[in-house]
């Protein structure tokens, strides 16, 4: 069994956890948030907190516990903190910006590049830096990765978009003898 799921996940206050069936769902300052959850995995709140315990003794069963008592801790912390992540963008002529629901990047193709904005995402743009910031995990972190996707930073010069924070092996490249 689980390390998370053996103990009840504390509420924060504020912050309201109702189980119907097998969707969870998840109030708070920021936001709500929604979850269906697997027939294995019984989701109960009490006093002590959210208790994810399995329905019965299968593999199946016991291996996605700790999956699901994960996606509860990160829905509580949602609501209540929210999720950011940070993009660079660098080389030379390469740009982004926001306009309305979209994010227009030029990127050293022959066409600029748009992306939606998906609802409940803000993006925000400060010279080489695109902040995105949201109350769902899954959401910030799936945007992120699409336009991190998009350039790639390549190991000669370090060309492209990265995370902040991320480490890109530099290659020495053709030496001239």
């Keep these: 069994m689980s390390r998370l799921a053996k103990r009840p996940i504390v509420v924060p206050p504020k912050t309201k956890v109702s189980v119907s069936e097998q969707v969870v769902r998840v109030q708070g300052p920021k936001g709500t948030l929604t979850r269906t959850f697997n027939r294995h995995v019984s989701v109960e709140v009490g006093a002590e907190g959210v208790q994810v315990s399995p329905r019965n003794t299968t593999i199946e069963a016991r291996a996605s516990l700790g999956t699901y008592a994960s996606h509860i801790k990160n829905m509580l912390q949602g609501v209540n903190e929210g999720f950011s992540k940070k993009l660079l963008i ?88």
């Design 90 to 177: 660098d080389g030379v002529g390469f740009k982004w910006e926001v306009a309305g629901k979209n994010l227009n990047l030029s990127l050293g193709f022959s066409h600029p590049v748009r992306a939606a904005i998906p609802e409940g995402l803000t993006v925000t743009v400060e010279k080489n830096m695109l902040t995105v910031v949201g109350f769902d995990k899954e959401l910030v972190g799936q945007f992120a990765a699409n336009i991190h996707a998009l350039k790639k930073p390549e190991p000669y010069k370090g060309k492209g978009i990265r995370y902040e924070g991320e480490v890109i092996r530099r290659k020495q490249g053709k030496k001239a003898t």
